[in-house]
């Protein structure tokens, strides 16, 4: 297995740019949650789906960011416009039970910086 | 509120000695609490899993204790290896509000030869 796979690993943009982050999920998961870290509040939730379906996301920061996931196998985050605030370690991390007894997979992250 | 601490923040230690790391939390109805090792650049790998009924649970060299009464959790590395240098970050999941998870501040460890 591959574990979550985002692409890309590295993003460097302009302010008040589009910046789309990619993730594809564990197969069989039904749990994909988007996470941002940075070095002052660590790791920090912003969404998260079930069966595809968003279910909870009261940590996305304001309207500039938006999330899908138009299939079980792939989710996109995407910030517009884009700012120096939201340089940071995006992870995406997929789950097989909302228990988590199996326990999150987190993929290698997506380092924003917006310059 | 949900919280969880870490300590120390950061640690430096020589190769091949043992240390152990700490973490409290107030998260509750507590569901189970989770260790995790962060090699830089890297996502969280997960080390250890345990719910309430668990007091003790190893993973070759790391060994993850919890009491669930004082709702405090350690980490202990035997026989420290450089290759043990990241951060160890302490999650608790909630039964509350669909298992969520509460992220500690982690604990950076850095093992010099």
């Known amino acids: 297995d591959a574990g979550v796979i985002q692409s890309p690993r590295h993003e460097v943009t302009e302010m008040g740019q589009e910046v789309t982050l990619r993730c594809k999920p564990i197969?069989?998961?039904?749990?994909l949650f988007w996470y941002r870290q940075t070095m002052m509040r660590g790791l920090e939730l912003l969404i998260y789906f079930n069966n595809n379906v968003p279910i909870d996301d009261s940590g996305m920061p304001e309207d500039r960011f938006s999330a899908k996931m138009p299939n079980a196998s792939f989710s996109t985050l995407k910030i517009q416009p884009s700012e120096p605030r939201d340089s940071a370690v995006y992870f995406c991390a997929s789950s097989l039970a909302r228990t988590g007894r199996i326990g999150y997979t987190f993929g290698s992250g997506t380092r924003l910086t917006v310059v | 509120k949900n919280q969880v601490e870490q300590s120390p923040q950061s640690l430096i230690i020589l190769e091949g000695k043992n240390c152990t790391l700490q973490?409290?939390?107030?998260?509750?109805?507590?569901?189970?609490l989770r260790w995790y090792k962060q090699d830089t650049g890297r996502g969280p790998v997960s080390l250890t899993i345990?719910?309430?009924?668990?007091n003790t649970k190893s993973n070759g060299r790391y060994t993850a204790t919890l009491d669930a009464d004082t709702k405090q959790s350690s980490l202990h590395i035997t026989a420290s290896q450089l290759s043990d240098s990241a951060s160890y970050i302490c999650?608790?999941?909630?039964?509350?509000?669909?298992?969520?998870?509460?992220f500690g501040g982690g604990t950076r460890l850095m093992v010099k030869p």
């Open positions: 197969s069989g998961h039904d749990y």
């Open positions: 345990m719910t309430f009924s668990e």
């Open positions: 973490c409290n939390y107030t998260v509750s109805p507590f569901s189970n």
């Open positions: 999650v608790v999941s909630s039964m509350d509000a669909g298992n969520m998870l509460t």
